[in-house]
């Protein structure tokens, strides 16, 4: 089937009459809600991500609008049983709907954001591109999300190392005051995208092919993750600090590390805190297991600690290797991991679209109409 819409909440009437003797039907639909959700990126990786997780959480769609570049415009998608033609973004602005789930770069979100906004679209952008804006929010549904407003109508995603981190930081920032945060990364290729992967594959196979990245990477590891800056820091890096302090708190000093490494599956990271008040590591552990999004996983003697491998594919972020630096009080560490393409990316996306349904600030349009 092809173009069908799912109605949500309708009320019908039937009527009966009688053809060459037999009795036939029709059903007469007077009202139906409908939720267009386009999803911009549509055929990359987090774009393919993002289908899978609207789907896996039942997320109220009655059509969806698969958006991507000219190459890959009429190619069908196949969700919930239908296919969706993939539309471009002009003909996506033209069908206005109710929300739109940007995973296109930030200069295609600079561009095309603001139109869909025009047309009365909600915006969940995944790029960089509005995160530091100061007229836009950078949301983590856990964290911050009661801050939203039917006036957001362009919402940032943050980024995927920023969202695991501060989903650990937050309850113990709420119970001991974070001072200063050193985080050192180990990314996963699937953060860079499709080109890094097949890159990864191709070292492996002993293909030569194009590179992603300036080295190789099977069997290494590069200390560069996006571009370098005036300051030595690469973006990735400086993401980290900026974003971390505009969800959780100005006064947090953040430095950072950002490495790739030959992993699919997630960001794992190293982390380092500084407290203003004294903890117990008892009470920091009985925190973070009760803390909705977090799995503890913190058993040196059954060697139980979180990995990539057990990360992939879930929604919550993974903690363990809980123990106090013995260099300063107030001070403890901690490994950190998330899938970078579900809680990192999709899934904290689709999490900001469900928070405005309950909100009530996206809400479904009724349709009239007949058959």
């Known amino acids: 089937m092809v173009g ?18 037999r009795m036939k039907s029709v059903i007469f639909v007077k009202n139906y809600l409908v939720m267009r959700v386009a999803v911009v990126g549509a055929t990359g990786m987090v774009g393919n991500v993002m ?81 530091m804006d100061p007229d836009k929010k950078l949301i983590v549904p856990e964290i911050n999300g009661d801050s939203l407003t039917a006036a957001d109508k362009i919402i940032a995603n943050p980024n995927c190392s920023t969202i695991q ?47 992603a990245y300036n080295y190789p990477i099977d069997k290494n590891c590069i200390p560069h993750c996006d571009s370098f800056l005036d300051n030595g820091y690469t973006k990735e890096e400086m993401k980290l600090s ?37 903890f117990e590591l008892a009470d920091v552990r009985k925190l973070l297991h009760e803390t909705p999004g977090i799995t503890l ?19 919550d972020v993974f903690v363990g290797r809980i123990r106090r630096d013995e260099t300063q009080p107030k001070t403890l560490n901690m490994w950190v991991v998330a899938d970078n393409l579900r809680k990192g990316a999709a899934t904290n996306a689709v999490q900001i679209a469900e928070l405005l349904i309950k909100k009530g600030i996206l809400t479904p349009m009724t349709v009239g109409t007949h058959n």
Request: glycine content about 6%; proline content about 5%.
């Open 4 to 21: 069908m819409l799912f109605l949500l909440n309708f009320t019908f009437s039937i009527f009966h009459y009688f053809h060459f003797g």
């Open 51 to 131: 289908l899978e997780v609207l789907k896996e959480r039942s997320f109220p769609i009655t059509e969806l609008i698969p958006v991507a570049s000219e190459k890959s415009v009429g190619k069908m998608i196949e969700f919930g049983g239908l296919e969706f033609p993939v539309v471009d973004l002009t003909t996506a602005v033209t069908m206005k709907p109710d929300v739109a789930i940007f995973s296109a770069g930030g200069e295609t979100s600079l561009e095309w954001a603001p139109k869909f906004e025009a047309v009365g679209t909600t915006v969940i952008d995944n790029s960089s591109a509005w995160r």
């Open 165 to 211: 981190l501060v989903m650990a930081l937050m309850p113990l920032h709420k119970a001991y005051g974070v001072k200063r945060v050193v985080v050192s990364t180990y990314q996963s290729i699937t953060g860079t995208g499709v080109k890094a992967v097949q890159q990864l594959e191709n070292e492996r196979a002993g293909i030569s092919g194009e590179m």
């Open 242 to 278: 900026n974003e971390t302090k505009k969800i959780l708190d100005p006064a947090i000093s953040v430095t950072a590390t950002a490495v790739r490494v030959p992993v699919v599956g997630g960001h794992s990271e190293a982390v380092n805190v500084e407290f203003e008040n004294e």
């Open 297 to 315: 996983k913190d058993d040196p003697t059954t060697n139980s600690y979180p990995m990539p491998r057990f990360a992939e594919a879930k929604d």
